[in-house]
């Protein structure tokens, strides 16, 4: 079984940071794309960032130039969310994915559970 569990989260003050993370565990024959989306109370849930097997990484416009996606392959499993000149549009929980191959011929997508992140003065 394949498990994410994310943390990071927290209360921020508007311009602060936070890094969140997010390991994956469990039967792992490889990871291809890993992301970040988020859900604000009463919205829908938005993508935010993706990162691919090779490092090529996409944001959404709304957190461009102030989030940066990473990550650590095997055997940390890991992706990160540095989040900068955070706003109080950014408040949501963030949720990572990833694309998990637990045998060479099978991949299916699996979530985290969410971590909140307040952004509030």
């Known amino acids: 079984q394949v498990q994410l569990v994310e943390s990071g989260g927290g209360l921020v003050q508007p311009g602060g940071s936070l890094r969140l993370s997010c390991v994956a565990s469990?039967?792992?024959?490889?990871?291809?794309?890993m992301r970040w989306s988020r859900q604000a109370p009463g919205k829908e849930r938005e993508w935010v960032a993706s990162?691919?097997?090779?490092?090529?990484?996409?944001y959404a416009d709304s957190v461009k130039g102030r989030f940066t996606i990473s990550r650590d392959d095997s055997p940390k499993n890991a992706v990160y969310l540095q989040m900068d000149n955070l706003k109080p549009e950014d408040t949501a929980v963030y949720y990572c994915?990833?694309?998990?191959?637990?045998?060479?011929?099978?991949?299916?997508?699996?979530w985290g559970q969410g971590t909140q992140v307040t952004v509030s003065s």
């Open positions: 469990g039967s792992i024959f490889s990871i291809n794309a």
């Open positions: 994915n990833a694309d998990i191959k637990v045998t060479m011929f099978f991949m299916k997508s699996y």
């Open positions: 990162i691919t097997s090779g490092g090529s990484v996409n």
